[in-house]
């Protein structure tokens, strides 16, 4: 099956620090998703980006799905910015999201 | 709307028990899908559901069952208990048209 490889696995940040996650996938993707998990264990829904480039405020997202990757920026980091960011991707259209193994990203004052 | 919510947040098993993990959602979304997530780890597909009526595997079914009466519940049940199935479990929803998913709160049990 499809391989889904994120970097670095731990990130450690002082507050208004810029950094950039990576997501490497095996095979090519109709659907790709960025989420947070907070420290209390919720999930939340980044971004769907299955090509192009997206921004959401201090957050931006790349995908280059030709070259089976893509980028999270976060500029100018928040301690609230802490947690874990998945990628997931969907090889096929079934619409099942497969997960990456996490990128742990501490964020301090 | 209340989003994806699920019942308990918390629970504790004796091998070899049963138990209803609830899911529910009230925005009408057709898709629905239950994964765990083990300590330090992504999440894993044990089920999912395109609508009322229908369900299918995922990559982590066994010891699992689903159901999915009406569009809002998705309920996850586990049969016999190990505890190999301690575990965070997830619901979430996809609404028609995008891929996007939204997911509950969590299940966090533990089964000695």
């Known amino acids: 099956g499809i391989q889904v490889e994120q970097s670095p696995p731990d990130l450690i940040l002082q507050e208004g620090a810029n950094s950039t996650l990576r997501c490497n996938f095996s095979?090519?993707?109709?659907?790709l998703q960025w989420f947070h998990q907070n420290p209390w264990g919720q999930l939340i829904n980044l971004f769907y980006?299955?090509?192009g480039t997206k921004q959401n405020g201090r957050l931006s997202a790349t995908t280059v799905a030709t070259e089976r990757y893509s980028l999270l920026y976060i500029s100018s980091s928040q301690t609230t910015d802490s947690g874990v960011y998945f990628c997931?991707?969907?090889?096929?259209?079934?619409?099942?999201?497969?997960f990456g193994t996490g990128t742990r990203l501490q964020v301090f004052p | 709307n209340a989003g994806v919510t699920q019942t308990p947040k918390f629970r504790i098993l004796k091998i070899g028990q049963s138990m209803t993990l609830q899911c529910t959602q009230d925005?009408?979304?057709?898709?629905m899908y239950w994964y765990r997530q083990d300590p330090g780890m992504g999440l894993k597909l044990i089920y999912y559901?395109?609508?009322?009526?229908?369900?299918d595997k995922g990559e982590v079914p066994n010891g699992y069952n689903v159901s999915r009466s009406t569009t809002e519940d998705f309920p996850l049940r586990l049969e016999l208990a190990a505890p190999s199935q301690t575990s965070v479990y997830f619901c979430?929803?996809?609404?028609?048209?995008?891929?996007?998913?939204?997911f509950g709160p969590g299940t966090r049990l533990t089964v000695l």
């Open positions: 925005m009408n979304h057709n898709y």
């Open positions: 559901s395109v609508g009322a009526g229908i369900t």
């Open positions: 997931a991707v969907d090889p096929g259209n079934t619409d099942k999201l497969i």
């Open positions: 980006i299955p090509s």
């Open positions: 095979d090519s993707v109709n659907n």
């Open positions: 979430a929803s996809t609404p028609p048209g995008t891929s996007r998913k939204f």
